[in-house]
């Protein structure tokens, strides 16, 4: 309640963030009329809509929806200047993910809408995720697996030779650019593995899990596995290219399942092409979808490819409804946002 009226709460959800997981959580922090939007993933993230990013083309979908409504609560809304010219009863929009690259915040504070989103909300499954990758990508596992399941081939028996056997991570240098969220519990993970892990990350203070290094040529040279943790900003895009990468160990493996920018990925194909990296385990490129033209495809024995899974676990989509809603209730009963930007 809002001085005396319901509030009406939009719920566009999604094929991931369903509808059903606002509702419910909506229901466990206040009693509102909510209404039910499902907008589908759009087939380019990056948006049909050029003021804002990673968001569904529903913007009429929308609009109709948000008819008398003061609160929207979505992922994948486009909350453009459009939509917000349109809704003058809008109040509140809280999205479910990281960051609202869906929602025009410049467009939002002029029309006096409030905009919270949910942090943390996949740190747990990305770096799981991460590790998950790295296991994959250290032992060979996905190209053992179609040489037997796909081809009923035994040829992966081949791993099995000192030649061509991977590494295991007891003991082994793995080095961590960036301790944010997900950095600092793939560190803990490593750790309970036996890895000697090392972090590079100038923002960080205080303690962390493993060696923390003063540069990062430092950590690169002393690491034979670096995985990327980094926030994408303009300082970090292309942190990791040629020059860096020329830096490991021969024979080391590169990870990222943060922001695909931070690493050149020409200059990466370069270095699995002329045998200086092992292997790589990508789960986030510098363009999504994953062009068909990428030099990754050809290199299939080294490279272990996933469409930007990291953070799709079903306790991620409980989670960003819970945060969410948690938000919505704050904002009814008059309480400080925990995470509003505008």
């Known amino acids: 309640m809002t001085n005396g009226n319901q509030v009406r709460v939009v719920?566009?959800?999604?094929?991931?963030?369903?509808?059903?997981?606002?509702?419910?959580?909506?229901?466990?922090?206040?009693?509102?009329?909510?209404?039910?939007?499902?907008?589908?993933?759009?087939?380019?993230?990056?948006?049909?809509?050029?003021?804002?990013?990673?968001?569904?083309?529903?913007?009429?979908?929308?609009?109709?929806?948000?008819?008398?409504?003061?609160?929207?609560?979505?992922?994948?809304?486009?909350?453009?200047?459009?939509?917000?010219?349109?809704?003058?009863?809008?109040?509140?929009?809280?999205?479910?993910r990281g960051g609202p690259v869906n929602v025009n915040l410049d467009a939002a504070k002029r029309h006096d809408v409030r905009v919270c989103y949910a942090p943390g909300r996949n740190a747990a499954a990305t770096a799981e995720f991460t590790v998950g990758l790295m296991l994959a990508a250290l032992r060979r596992i996905p190209q053992s697996h179609n040489l037997l399941a796909l081809q009923g081939s035994w040829e992966g028996a081949t791993y099995y030779t000192y030649e061509h056997s991977g590494l295991e991570l007891e003991d082994l240098p793995v080095g961590l650019v960036g301790y944010g969220a997900v950095g600092s519990r793939v560190a803990r993970v490593l750790c309970a593995f036996g890895a000697r892990v090392m972090v590079y990350d100038p923002y960080v203070h205080g303690e962390i899990h493993g060696l923390r290094v003063a540069s990062l040529d430092e950590l690169l040279r002393k690491s034979r596995v670096i995985t990327l943790h980094a926030r994408l900003t303009a300082e970090t895009r292309g942190l990791v290219g040629a020059r860096e990468l020329a830096l490991l160990p021969r024979g080391s493996v590169v990870v990222n399942a943060a922001r695909g920018p931070l690493l050149d990925e020409e200059a990466l194909c370069d270095a699995l092409e002329n045998g200086h990296l092992s292997a790589a385990a990508l789960d986030t490129y510098a363009q999504e979808p994953l062009p068909a033209s990428s030099r990754l495809h050809a290199l299939a024995d080294h490279v272990v490819l996933t469409p930007h899974l990291g953070g799709a676990s079903r306790a991620v989509a409980e989670k960003a409804a819970a945060i969410a809603a948690a938000e919505v209730g704050r904002w009814v009963r008059g309480e400080p946002l925990a995470h509003c930007l505008t």
């Open 11 to 96: 719920a566009a959800g999604d094929h991931f963030i369903l509808p059903s997981l606002i509702r419910e959580a909506l229901g466990r922090e206040l009693a509102c009329d909510i209404g039910e939007l499902t907008l589908g993933w759009p087939l380019d993230p990056f948006g049909p809509v050029a003021e804002v990013t990673e968001a569904s083309d529903a913007e009429d979908e929308l609009i109709e929806a948000l008819t008398g409504a003061r609160v929207l609560v979505t992922q994948m809304g486009p909350v453009t200047e459009r939509v917000l010219d349109a809704c003058p009863d809008l109040r509140l929009v809280v999205v479910c």
